[in-house]
C-alpha cells in the first residue's frame, strides 16, 4: 500500500477517534450539567406597601420580579428570614394578619420566625400560622409543654429539583425570650447545637446542600456557619444590607421592608448532589418595578386603614433620624424629641425609651408629618410608667444601655434619654463603660432618689434586660399614664409650629465608635 495512503488512513482513523473522545466529553459534561435552584431572599418586612414616600420595597413589586424570575428558572423558592407580624403601623389593628395574607398574594414558600413574631403572645403567633399558605421553619423555639416545636412548625424542610435535595432549618434569636413575649412555655434553644442537630439529620437523609433561614445577629450566624456543617446561610435581623463569611458558608442579609430582594443560585452537581458554587446579587425594589396587579386586592381590604394614616398631624423642618442602627448605638434628634416628650408629660427628672422602640428605619422629612409618619416610629403603643429610682440605679440603667455598643449588634436596649448627660467608652468592659453622667447639669449621685418616665416595656416588664428597674417605687402607673406614642403626638400638635429636634452632645461615645482591634467576630 501507498505509503502516503496509510499515512492518510491512520490520521483519519486518529481524528475520528479525538473527535469521538471529544463529543463524547461534549456529550457526558451536557449530561452533567449542574442543577441550578434559585433562592429569593427577604428579611424584616413589616410593611406590604412601598416605603420611603414610595420610592422603595413594597410586596406588589415583590410579586413581579417573583413572576419573572419564576419565568427564567422554575426552580425557584422565595425565603423570609423572620420579622413581619410587628411592629408595625397597620398590625397596631391587626396584628400581622394583613401581612400573612400579602405574603399568601406574592407565594412565599418558606418563613422562620423573627423575634418580633412573638409580640403579641404565643397564641397570636399560632393563630397566623394557621393562616398562613407557606411554610414555617425553626428548629430551636421549642414549646416546653410538649418538648416538640412551637405550634408544631417544621424544625426543616427538604426539597428536591431535578434529583437534588437541598435542606432548609430555620434558628431565632434567644433574646426574643427576653425582647418580646414569647410566654412562659417557650424555650429558645442554643443556636449552635441545634444547627449541629440539623445538618447531622438532614445529612442522614442523603441531604448535602443545607442552608440554615436565621433571624441571628451576624455575631450567632457566624458562630453557627464555623459549628456546622451548612453551606449558606441566609439571615435577617439587624436592617442593613450584610455580606459575611464564616466557616464554608456565605452569609447575606438584605436591609428591611423588602427596599432590596436577594437572588442566590444555587449550582448543584446532580451526580454527587453536593454545592458546585453560587452566584448571588442585589436586587433594588423601587419605582421602576411595577407592581403586580392581583396585588391591588390588598390595598382594596386595606384602603380605609391607609386613608386614615395619611392625615397630617404636624411639620418638620429637619430631617427626623429614625433610622434603627443609629437609633440603637448613638443620640438621634428623634431620640432626642422623645425622651423629651416622655420625661415633660409626667414632670420627671429624667426621660429614657429604649432605641429599639423605634420602628421606622429611615429618615423622614423635612416636611409634612402624618398619622403614618407617628405610628411608624412608636408603633408598640406602650403605656408610660413614673418611677422613683436612686442613683444607683439610674447608673446600672445606663450601663446596661451601652452594655453590647461593643459587638457586631444593633442593641435594642441603647438608651435615648432626656435631662441626662453621659459619656462612655465601649472599649471598657460591659458593666463599667459609664465615664461620666449627670442629671441636669449635676453629678449622678448614687444615694439620691430620681424620678424616671419610661415605657411600661422597660420599667414594669423589665424588657430589653433592664432588669433593674422592676420592683422600683411607681409614682404614676401604667394605667393612668398616657401611650408612648400619644404623648409624642401632642408634642408635636403643642409645640404649635413644626418642629426642629437636634442632636445635642447628651450622649458622647469616648471610643469614637471605633471596635479595638482585639474584639472578637
Known amino acids: 500500500?501507498?505509503?502516503?495512503?496509510?499515512?492518510?488512513?491512520?490520521?483519519?482513523?486518529?481524528?475520528?477517534?479525538?473527535?469521538?473522545?471529544?463529543?463524547?466529553?461534549?456529550?457526558?459534561?451536557?449530561?452533567e450539567c449542574n442543577v441550578k435552584v434559585t433562592l429569593l431572599q427577604v428579611n424584616d418586612v413589616y410593611q406590604f406597601a412601598p416605603v420611603d414616600q414610595g420610592t422603595k420595597g413594597g410586596l406588589g413589586r415583590v410579586l413581579t420580579l417573583k413572576k419573572s424570575i419564576q419565568q427564567e428558572n422554575p426552580n425557584t423558592l422565595f425565603l423570609m428570614a423572620g420579622d413581619t407580624i410587628s411592629p408595625s403601623v397597620e398590625s397596631i389593628t391587626y396584628k400581622g394578619a394583613q401581612m400573612i395574607e400579602a405574603w399568601n398574594s406574592v407565594g412565599l414558600d418558606y418563613a422562620t420566625f423573627g423575634n418580633h413574631e412573638f409580640d403579641f403572645g404565643p397564641d397570636v403567633l399560632k393563630a397566623r400560622i394557621k393562616e398562613s399558605k407557606f411554610g414555617w421553619v425553626a428548629a430551636n423555639v421549642i414549646d416546653t409543654t410538649t418538648n416538640t416545636t412551637f405550634a408544631d412548625v417544621p424544625p426543616y424542610v427538604v426539597r428536591e429539583f431535578g434529583g437534588v435535595k437541598i435542606g432548609i432549618f430555620g434558628l431565632v434569636l434567644p433574646e426574643t425570650k427576653i425582647t418580646s413575649k414569647p410566654g412562659n412555655n417557650v424555650e429558645f434553644r442554643n443556636p449552635c447545637d441545634t444547627a449541629k442537630e440539623m445538618v447531622s439529620q438532614l445529612h442522614a437523609q442523603g441531604v448535602k446542600v443545607i442552608i440554615a433561614l436565621t433571624h441571628l445577629s451576624m455575631r450567632e450566624d457566624k458562630e453557627v456557619a464555623?459549628?456546622?456543617?451548612?453551606?449558606?446561610?441566609?439571615?435577617?435581623?439587624?436592617?442593613?444590607?450584610l455580606e459575611s463569611h464564616a466557616g464554608s458558608a456565605p452569609i447575606f442579609k438584605?436591609?428591611?421592608?423588602?427596599?432590596?430582594?436577594?437572588?442566590?443560585?444555587?449550582?448543584?452537581?446532580?451526580?454527587?448532589?453536593?454545592?458546585?458554587?453560587?452566584?448571588?446579587?442585589?436586587?433594588?425594589v423601587d419605582s421602576t418595578t411595577p407592581e403586580a396587579t392581583e396585588f391591588s386586592a390588598i390595598y382594596k381590604k386595606y384602603a380605609a386603614l391607609l386613608a386614615e394614616l395619611a392625615k397630617p398631624i404636624g411639620r418638620?423642618?429637619?430631617?427626623?433620624?429614625?433610622?434603627?442602627?443609629?437609633?440603637r448605638n448613638q443620640e438621634t434628634n428623634v431620640g432626642n424629641f422623645i425622651a423629651d416628650a416622655f420625661r415633660r408629660s409626667l414632670a420627671s427628672d429624667v426621660g429614657l425609651m429604649n432605641g429599639g422602640s423605634v420602628r421606622a428605619d429611615t429618615i423622614i422629612g423635612p416636611g409634612r408629618l402624618t398619622t403614618r409618619d407617628l405610628l411608624s416610629i412608636l408603633p408598640f403603643k406602650n403605656s408610660l410608667v413614673k418611677i422613683e429610682i436612686t442613683g444607683a440605679t439610674l447608673r446600672a440603667t445606663l450601663e446596661h444601655g451601652v452594655a453590647r455598643s461593643?459587638?457586631?449588634?444593633?442593641?435594642?436596649?441603647?438608651?435615648?434619654?432626656?435631662?441626662?448627660?453621659?459619656?462612655?467608652?465601649?472599649?471598657?468592659?460591659?458593666?463599667?463603660?459609664?465615664?461620666?453622667?449627670?442629671?441636669?447639669?449635676?453629678?449622678?449621685?448614687?444615694?439620691?432618689?430620681?424620678?424616671?418616665?419610661?415605657?411600661?416595656?422597660v420599667a414594669i416588664d423589665g424588657g430589653d434586660g433592664y432588669s433593674m428597674l422592676k420592683g422600683s417605687k411607681v409614682i404614676v402607673p401604667p394605667d393612668k399614664?398616657?401611650?408612648?406614642?400619644?404623648?409624642?403626638?401632642?408634642?408635636?400638635?403643642?409645640s404649635g409650629k413644626p418642629i426642629a429636634p437636634k442632636v445635642e452632645g447628651r450622649i458622647k461615645r469616648l471610643d469614637a465608635a471605633q471596635k479595638s482591634s482585639s474584639d472578637c467576630k
Open 406 to 457: 461593643a459587638e457586631d449588634a444593633e442593641p435594642g436596649r441603647f438608651p435615648q434619654v432626656s435631662g441626662v448627660q453621659f459619656s462612655f467608652d465601649a472599649r471598657r468592659p460591659a458593666g463599667s463603660r459609664l465615664v461620666d453622667v449627670k442629671v441636669n447639669g449635676l453629678p449622678l449621685d448614687d444615694a439620691k432618689n430620681y424620678t424616671l418616665t419610661t415605657s411600661s416595656f
Open 481 to 494: 399614664a398616657p401611650l408612648d406614642v400619644d404623648v409624642v403626638r401632642k408634642a408635636i400638635i403643642n
Open 226 to 241: 464555623r459549628c456546622a456543617d451548612v453551606d449558606l446561610i441566609i439571615g435577617g435581623h439587624e436592617h442593613s444590607l
Open 254 to 284: 438584605m436591609t428591611s421592608d423588602a427596599r432590596e430582594l436577594g437572588r442566590i443560585d444555587l449550582n448543584i452537581s446532580p451526580t454527587t448532589g453536593e454545592l458546585e458554587s453560587i452566584d448571588w446579587k442585589v436586587i433594588p
Open 1 to 31: 500500500m501507498n505509503r502516503h495512503l496509510m499515512f492518510a488512513r491512520r490520521t483519519a482513523l486518529a481524528l475520528a477517534l479525538s473527535l469521538a473522545v471529544i463529543f463524547s466529553i461534549a456529550a457526558q459534561q451536557k449530561i
Open 316 to 327: 418638620t423642618t429637619v430631617k427626623l433620624d429614625a433610622r434603627s442602627a443609629e437609633n
